[in-house]
């Protein structure tokens, strides 16, 4: 395992699940920049986690509830996209209070098993529902993001 790399993704990670439990206090164009800033750089860090063979015997417990107070996207929380660019099909809509929410559910997880010291058992975590889940809600949330805080939008 690349301790480097996984101790900077776990750094990220914290950092992005302390910016989701405050997000509310912010102004919306904060949230929005904020949130792109936050998800680009875990996505990018995602990218260097190493493919672990399996979980290991440590169950990584349910999803925690959304931060108390959550105030969402208000006018920008929801999008149009299509879900597989490789398949022609109708646009569906997104919400970026849900990808947000959902890839704070997965770090979250893994962040319990990584201090609790289940460092092998938090990257798998990390590492497959990047590739499964998570990874496909950061970036559709990017692509919004990047509209939201464009200087016409």
């Not at 480097?4 to 910016?19: G, L």
């Not at 979250?108 to 590739?131: I, M, P, S, T």
């Not at 809600?137 to 016409?152: E, G, K, N, Q, V």
Request: net charge negative; with cysteine; aromatic share 12%.
């Amino acid at each position: 395992m690349r301790a480097d790399a996984v101790d900077v993704f776990a750094d990220q990670v914290r950092e992005y699940c302390d910016f989701i439990k405050i997000i509310s206090a912010l102004a919306l164009p904060d949230r929005l920049a904020a949130a792109r800033l936050h998800l680009l750089k875990l996505y990018a860090s995602a990218l260097s986690l190493p493919a672990m063979p399996d979980a290991g015997e440590v169950d990584a417990g349910a999803s925690p509830d959304q931060p108390h107070g959550w105030v969402g996207f208000e006018q920008k929380d929801f999008y149009w996209e299509v879900f597989d660019p490789y398949e022609q099909s109708e646009p569906v809509c997104g919400s970026l209070s849900d990808d947000l929410l959902d890839v704070y559910r997965d770090l979250q997880r893994g962040l319990a098993l990584w201090d609790a010291d289940h460092k092998k058992e938090a990257v798998w975590e990390w590492r497959f529902n990047f590739d499964f889940h998570w990874g496909d809600h950061a970036i559709d949330a990017l692509r919004a993001l990047h509209r939201a805080c464009s200087p016409t939008a």
